[in-house]
């Protein structure tokens, strides 16, 4: 069964960096993206990236662009979301997921969704 793992959430300052990994087990062929979809408290769920599977193009939501980077290691099964630059309006719980909707921006698109780790951005 396919199962997806988040880890390097925390509690960082402004202006500081994180990286998110995301550990994949399993296989199904409804898993062309790998996107990264995070929750504010009180908020609805916001797409934030994706990657895909089969050549490893990336896109972006304008918030992000610039500060967060996509990059995956196929030897490890693991994707990984740098993230520079924090801001306080990054804080969420942040979920990778993944799905078969070539480049899905929709949190719809994605059929498999990990447990979530939590990033906090405060002086």
């Known amino acids: 069964q396919v199962q997806l793992v988040e880890s390097g959430g925390g509690l960082v300052q402004p202006g500081a960096s994180l990286r998110l990994s995301c550990t994949v087990s399993?296989?199904?062929?409804?898993?062309?993206?790998i996107g990264w979809i995070r929750q504010a408290p009180g908020k609805e769920r916001e797409w934030v990236s994706c990657?895909?599977?089969?050549?490893?193009?990336?896109d972006y939501t304008d918030s992000v662009k610039g500060r967060f980077t996509l990059s995956r290691d196929n030897a490890k099964n693991t994707h990984y979301l740098q993230m520079d630059s924090l801001k306080p309006e990054d804080t969420a719980v942040y979920y990778c997921?993944?799905?078969?909707?070539?480049?899905?921006?929709?949190?719809?698109?994605?059929?498999?969704w990990g447990q979530g780790t939590q990033v906090t951005v405060s002086s």
């Open positions: 997921a993944a799905g078969a909707i070539f480049y899905g921006r929709r949190t719809a698109d994605y059929y498999y």
């Open positions: 399993g296989f199904s062929l409804d898993m062309s993206t």
């Open positions: 990657i895909s599977s089969s050549d490893g193009g990336t």
